[in-house]
């Protein structure tokens, strides 16, 4: 089968998008079919082939709310002259996926979609920003063969915004394929993040995403600061989002924060892949602080290092049994004193976790599920032009 999986950062860019689209390809090259990951140029990109993906780039940025600029023809001109079996387009908001909505009806393939989240839904300035893009999002939607979520099932869950949309707009064109990780990639990496990085407490705490107001870092460190314990070091990790939004001063003020700790507060950009797996597994326990989430990854990368999370109630967070779930900065801040000083239960969390990442959240049984809806798209001869 001949793919293309289109996404707006690649490796050597660093994210959880990238990371879940990387595993994705790879699972799906080394189960013999030829895939293509369309994504975004990136200036340390030189390669064109990594792990038997092929990789195609174009200069192009922005999203068709505010606008796309650069190589926006090429781009489609690439997918309408592919001859692929199928398209997946990764994420919404993003050009990748909006280039592709105006070509829909022309291309003659499978043709799915994995939203993976609507933030601009949960911002009222992004809400006004977006009115328009929302409002044509649905009838994109229904052009798919297949729309997938990471759950079926968001109960009263109204952070997760795949399906509370979806149902809105009577999308029944669905299926439920939930995110992964690499049990292979923390079973083999270091130990070695507090030697390297000099953290000598007795206890380490850590946060990983890009610096956004919407990832919650404030929410997090305000809570580690209500602790008020000297045997604790919180480790955050992530790059600038450089977000368009001009508040956003997350890494600033993280920083501002780091300094002013007398070195409880580490904050480290540019972490290599291979850190940021040796600080899971360092860890004592992850934090979650973000105000919207769709699937995040990052719970299920605390889960595959048997490391006990405590996490904000947003997306699929409460469905994972290797955790816990709070909604304020005074629930975490009680939550993490109860893990620190309970290593029965942080060993029975870490546990739990880690038996549902090797029964469910691993790339072997979640890239075989991929490739079986895919398969069965094209047996029935799935096209939109059929």
């Not at 049990?183 to 993040?193: L, S, V």
């Not at 890494?251 to 070195?263: I, N, P, V």
């Not at 997306?315 to 779930?325: N, R």
């Not at 038996?355 to 790339?363: G, L, Q, S, T, V």
Request: one cysteine or more.
């Amino acid at each position: 089968m001949k793919m293309i999986i289109t996404v707006c950062v690649y490796n050597p860019h660093l994210s959880g998008n990238q990371q879940v689209i990387q595993r994705l390809s790879e699972s799906m090259a080394n189960r013999g079919h030829d895939v293509t990951v369309a994504t975004a140029f990136h200036p340390k990109r030189d390669f064109s082939l990594l792990n038997g993906v092929k990789i195609r780039q174009f200069r192009v940025s922005g999203t068709k709310a505010v606008g796309i600029r650069g190589e926006k023809e090429e781009y489609r001109r690439f997918l309408l002259n592919s001859d692929c079996d199928m398209v997946l387009n990764y994420g919404t908001n993003v050009w990748t996926t909006d280039l592709t909505f105006d070509i829909l009806d022309e291309l003659d393939c499978v043709k799915i979609l994995v939203p993976v989240g609507y933030t601009p839904m949960a911002s009222l300035i992004w809400r006004l920003i977006y009115a328009r893009y929302y409002l044509e999002l649905a009838r994109f939607m229904k052009k798919y063969n297949k729309i997938v979520y990471h759950s079926g099932d968001y109960g009263n869950k109204k952070d997760y915004l795949d399906k509370v949309y979806g149902d809105k707009h009577g999308l029944t064109n669905y299926c439920v394929i939930p995110n992964a990780v690499s049990e292979r990639e923390f079973k083999t990496g270091k130990t070695d993040f507090r030697s390297k990085y000099g953290v000598t407490s007795e206890f380490m705490l850590l946060t990983v995403g890009y610096h956004d107001i919407i990832k919650g870092h404030r929410f997090i460190i305000d809570a580690f600061n209500r602790t008020n314990r000297k045997d604790v070091t919180l480790v955050i990790i992530g790059n600038d989002a450089q977000s368009l939004m001009p508040q956003n001063r997350c890494l600033a003020r993280c920083k501002k924060q780091a300094a002013k700790s007398d070195g409880k507060v580490l904050v480290l950009t540019n972490a290599s892949r291979e850190d940021t797996v040796a600080a899971f597994l360092d860890a004592d326990v992850y934090l979650l602080g973000s105000k919207y989430e769709c699937s995040p990854v990052v719970l299920l990368e605390a889960m595959a290092s048997n490391t006990p999370f405590v996490s904000r109630n947003v997306g699929t967070a409460s469905e994972l049994k290797g955790g816990l779930i709070v909604n304020t900065r005074k629930q975490m801040a009680a939550e993490i004193q109860n893990l620190l000083d309970n290593p029965a239960l942080r060993n029975q969390l870490a546990s739990h976790g880690l038996r549902e990442i090797h029964e469910k959240y691993n790339w072997e049984r979640v890239g075989r599920l991929f490739e079986e809806l895919f398969l069965s798209l094209l047996k029935r001869g799935e096209t939109r032009n059929s």
